[in-house]
């Protein structure tokens, strides 16, 4: 076999450095990272994941979301109402709604010879359209404090500090902190007769006719939803109008707010409406609408 001379070999040796050279240009292409990736080298460029959406993604039907025997008891109907009148007031009116996933709300009217009373419940949900910087929740409780701002209470604090230990016991005192010294008690305006018993009173125990019922006020309160206020607003006496009485308690439940509002109108002018019972009713309706919502 005659061997080739080396003119013959060249083409075929440049040929070869040719197709070398362009494997190695398409591997200088491709990246180190895997197929699919897209990482970013620059500082800061990861970028946080947005919050969660909210627990609540609807409402309830409002007009439904009160239970009948509540109804009854905070909107007694008169024993003359015909059965169809009665069934309609207890069905209640739907507020106007464009959004019904956003805002919802119901309100009842009735009316009995000793007062007037109504009811409203209202349900809002919360979205916030920057989860990046803001969740619902966030949103929600923004709203919620604007309402307590508007209802001038104060913003929950921390619980205030136990009262010292009773008199004669110092040894209940923390270390370095005596024992309170007792307020010297004012002597009573109508000190009891000579002829009393050391210690008895000077008047039986119990309220002093004539004295003005108890007013509860406004306040925080707690233990409803993840944070409730309760606004109590009494109207002004008139000559010829009785008081009415407005209780407003406004909760929130992670990303909904839900508003109950309970107002009292006596018939009789002078009549004021007890504070204790619009309040325990009001705040009773809204405890089984948050029970409701967690359902």
Same mark, same amino acid.
């Given at each position: ?89 207890? @069905?209640?009116?739907? @507020?106007?709604?464009?959004? $019904? ?28 359209? +920057? ?6 929740? +966030? ?10 701002? +508007? ?7 921390? @619980? ?7 008199? $004669? ?29 050391? $210690? ?9 006719? $004539? ?70 009713? @009001? ?13």
């Amino acid at each position: 076999m005659q061997r080739k001379s080396v003119r013959e070999l060249l083409p075929g040796i440049a040929m070869l450095t040719a197709l070398a050279a362009g494997v190695t240009g398409l591997t200088g292409c491709t990246g180190g990272s895997g197929a699919g990736t897209t990482n970013d080298d620059k500082p800061g460029g990861t970028v946080a994941a947005p919050a969660q959406p909210g627990k609540y993604r609807s409402l309830p039907a409002p007009c439904k979301a009160v239970d009948g025997k509540q109804l009854k008891a905070m909107l007694p109907a008169a024993d003359s109402l015909p059965p169809a009148e009665r069934d309609q007031l207890y @069905a209640g009116v739907a @507020a106007a709604s464009y959004d $019904g996933d956003r805002r919802v709300g119901c309100r009842w009217t009735a009316q009995s010879a000793e007062d007037t009373r109504l009811l409203s419940v209202g349900f809002e949900r919360v979205v916030s359209y +920057d989860r990046a910087t803001a969740s619902d929740d +966030d949103k929600a409780r923004q709203v919620f404090v604007r309402q307590l701002t +508007d209802a001038k209470l104060p913003f929950p604090g921390p @619980a205030p500090a136990p009262t010292g230990s009773p008199t $004669g016991s110092p040894a209940g005192s923390p270390a370095g902190n005596p024992a309170p010294t007792p307020t010297p008690t004012p002597p009573a305006a109508n000190p009891a007769p000579s002829g009393s018993p050391a $210690g008895s009173p000077a008047s039986p125990a119990g309220p002093t006719p $004539g004295a003005s019922p108890t007013e509860l006020g406004s306040r925080v309160l707690a233990g409803l939803g993840n944070e409730a206020f309760l606004d109590d607003k009494l109207s002004a006496a008139g000559a010829t109008a009785a008081q009415a009485r407005t209780v407003r308690i406004v909760f929130r439940t992670s990303n909904v707010i839900v508003t109950v509002e309970y107002s009292v109108q006596p018939s009789l002018p002078g009549a004021v409406p007890p504070s204790t019972e619009t309040q325990d009713r @009001a705040r009773q309706l809204a405890v089984s609408l948050a029970e409701r919502l967690n359902e």
